[in-house]
């Protein structure tokens, strides 16, 4: 797949050299005690950089796990994931590197990979799923025009303990504010 650009972003698929960018996110307590696994090792960080390659490779494609890096430089500093949840539906998930929080990355992220989605793959909805207390996730998908659904009880086992979601959801009709800016 082509690289997806944004404002100030690229999305490209992983390369098998991107595990070590990949491991500082993914590995890193500040970033994933807002996720929903805990802290990756070499090993689980090389598992899922597997998963994101062979998905990429997969016909048809149901996720596209991708990696965010700068425009001006290709070294990743996140991860955005749209994954196929049902017909033309997809779960939207993304994390940026702790050093790089506070940038707009995420927010620029994730408008770009949901251009993609309603654009060229045609999705009718895409809903996204965050623990209460990350208030900047929630602001981003807000920014973004989702609208809030709900609250998922005891959603994700992480960290040692059960985690609640709440759930936002954008469908087709409602994406005006992934119009540039």
């Known amino acids: ?9 690229r999305l490209r698929d992983f390369r098998p050299e991107d595990l070590d960018d990949l491991l500082a996110i993914t590995g890193d307590d500040r970033v994933t ?3 929903s696994f805990d802290s990756h090792t070499r090993d689980d960080a090389q598992r899922m950089l597997d998963g994101c390659l062979a998905s990429a ?10 990696g965010v890096t700068r425009i001006d430089d290709d070294r990743v500093i996140g991860f955005v994931r749209l994954a196929s949840s049902g017909v033309q539906a997809a779960k939207l998930g993304y994390m940026i590197a702790a050093d790089h929080w506070g940038n707009g ?30 208030s900047a996730s929630i602001a981003v998908v807000k920014n973004l025009g989702f609208s809030y659904e709900g609250h ?26 992934l119009t540039p800016r």
Request: hydrophobic share 45%; charged share 15%; proline share 5%.
């Open 152 to 177: 998922l009880r005891h959603h994700v086992f992480t960290n040692g303990a059960w985690r609640d979601s709440v759930l936002f959801s954008l469908l087709s009709t409602e994406t005006a504010a």
């Open 33 to 35: 005690n807002w996720m």
């Open 57 to 66: 490779a997969a016909e048809p494609r149901k996720v596209y796990g991708l």
């Open 1 to 9: 797949m082509d690289p997806l650009t944004g404002a100030g972003v």
């Open 105 to 134: 990355y995420a927010t620029d992220a994730a408008r770009t990979v949901l251009r993609f989605a309603f654009g060229p793959l045609a999705l009718h909805r895409v809903t996204a799923a965050i623990g209460p207390e990350n």
